[in-house]
């Protein structure tokens, strides 16, 4: 069994206190805890629902709980509250957000909108509530390419991730799709370097990308999805190794649903700092003072809404 030191059985601890804490005040509060799969382990230990962006929008709308502490980045939360006008919607930590939302603003995006009158928006979900509000629908890494299926005009703005966007060009290529030039700093981190150096230690290994990786990285993976399809694919296959191309947070539960099966980075800086904010404390904070609450004006929010429920819509017909 794995040796804890002094500092690490503290830590545990410490923890086990604040889980307590969490538990007594999600009733005082009729709280929910929504967690992204990137978050910090204990974080994700305390979740009532975990998953990817898509999996936390439809449990934010079908949840009956008055408050959602939403253990994610800025625009999760955002959408979530966006979705539910009347609950309270908590970020445990107001300044993580989302280096790739903010390379896109509604301003820049009626600019390109005008340069392409006849064009469809497409906004992943990675985007401000603003940029939303200026696009038709809405997608998430593991609806995108039905969503821009679903459309009826052939040209596509896909904003802002370029290399989502670029992957979606190659699935459905009846379409022209216009990119944006932003992407995620942290799946860029994994070069295609590092993906021979994993599959050389790691020759039985199945590669498993976010499809936020660079072109190279997805032309050397055997499988792209989202991060909930990672665990819907690894729970399928036959394989017992997988190198795991996206955010290190992963691997907590990859390894607790799947004992037998192993799970690798290709490099350790797949780390999303933003990510990493909200610790047990600061859940603890939010649900005790009920902060920090994410609200949109209402003009943005009736625009928003209807490019996330169009999304939603979509989803839903698929079943
Ligand atoms: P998923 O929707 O696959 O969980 O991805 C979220 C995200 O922000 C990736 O960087």
């Known amino acids: 069994m794995e040796q ?20 007594k005040l999600k009733k005082k509060r009729n709280a929910v805890i929504i967690v992204h799969n990137y978050q910090r382990d204990e974080v994700q230990e305390i979740a009532d629902i975990s ?12 949840t ?3 408050v959602i502490v939403f253990c994610g980045v800025q625009f999760m939360a955002e959408s979530a509250s966006i979705l539910n006008p009347g609950k309270t919607v908590l970020l ?6 989302c280096p790739l ?9 009626r600019l390109k909108k005008n340069e392409h009158p006849g064009a469809a928006v497409v906004c992943y979900v990675n985007s401000s509530a603003e940029v939303k509000a200026e696009s038709d629908i809405a997608c ?3 609806n995108a390419i039905e969503v821009v299926r679903s459309l009826k005009e052939k040209q596509v703005i896909f904003v802002p991730d370029k290399n989502l966007g670029r992957y979606v060009q190659s699935q459905v290529p009846e379409k022209e799709i216009i990119l944006w030039e932003g992407f995620c700093p942290t799946h860029i981190r994994v070069q295609e370097e590092d993906i021979v150096r994993s599959k050389e230690a790691h020759p039985g290994a199945e590669v498993i990308a976010h499809p936020e990786c660079n072109p ?9 999805c989202s991060t909930g399809g990672m665990f819907a694919y690894v729970k399928g296959s036959k394989s017992k190794e997988f190198i795991i191309s996206t955010e290190c947070g992963m691997l907590y539960k990859l390894q607790k649903d799947n004992p037998g099966k192993s799970f690798y980075l290709p490099t350790l800086k797949l780390v999303c700092a933003n990510m990493k904010l909200i610790t047990l404390g600061w859940v603890a904070h939010s649900l005790e003072n009920l902060v920090y609450e994410v609200k949109v004006s209402d003009d943005i929010r009736e625009k928003a809404r209807k490019t996330l429920e169009r999304m939603l819509a979509v989803t839903a017909r698929k079943g």
Not at 4 to 23: A, P, Q, W
Not at 92 to 97: H, L, N, S, T, Y
Request: hydrophobic fraction near 35%; proline fraction near 3%.
């Open 4 to 23: 804890k030191n002094k500092g690490e059985l503290k830590d545990l601890k410490y923890n086990e206190m604040l889980k307590k804490k969490i538990e």
């Open 64 to 66: 009956d709980s008055e």
């Open 216 to 224: 190279e990285v997805l032309a050397l993976s055997d499988h792209i």
């Open 101 to 109: 939302a903010d390379m896109i603003t509604p301003e820049k995006l």
């Open 140 to 142: 998430t890494s593991s």
């Open 51 to 62: 998953g990817d962006s898509l999996a936390l929008s439809q449990a934010a709308v079908r």
């Open 92 to 97: 445990p930590v107001k300044e993580a957000g």
